[in-house]
């Protein structure tokens, strides 16, 4: 597979990740648990496609902090309002399996990159 190939697949399967927040966002029967999934899945696809389509490889993790450094590494930009999205990885890993703490602030999911 080429590695424009490549990016074009995580782009569609990011897209689908998008597709389920999209409908779902503004579901209160939907746990920000299972959003915050699909948000994190789709940034972390995204940032492999970026990767990808610039000819970069890739480790097989869903820290989104260590993806994002390597796209600053190999100079490609990203606008200031994804920076955040490195506040998505426990969503990957932690709370894939785990209850979000429960806080008096929980911050409304719509808050969360890229929304913000």
């Known amino acids: 597979m080429t590695r424009s190939d490549q990016a074009q697949l995580l782009q ?3 897209a689908q990740d998008l597709a389920v927040l999209d409908r779902l966002l503004d579901d209160a029967a939907i746990d920000d648990e299972t959003l915050g ?4 899945q789709a940034a972390e696809k995204l940032i492999k496609a ?6 970069h490889d ?25 920076e955040a999205l490195q506040t998505l990885t ?4 932690v709370f894939r399996y785990d209850d ?11 808050s969360w990159p890229p929304w913000s």
């Open 12 to 14: 569609r399967k990011a």
């Open 37 to 40: 999934y699909h948000a994190q």
């Open 50 to 55: 970026l990767l990808a389509l610039h000819g």
């Open 58 to 82: 890739y480790p097989r993790s869903h820290n989104i902090g260590l993806l994002l450094d390597l796209l600053a590494s190999h100079g490609i930009p990203l606008p200031e309002r994804f």
């Open 90 to 93: 426990p969503f990957g890993t």
């Open 100 to 110: 979000l703490p429960l806080e008096e602030d929980t911050p409304d999911r719509r």
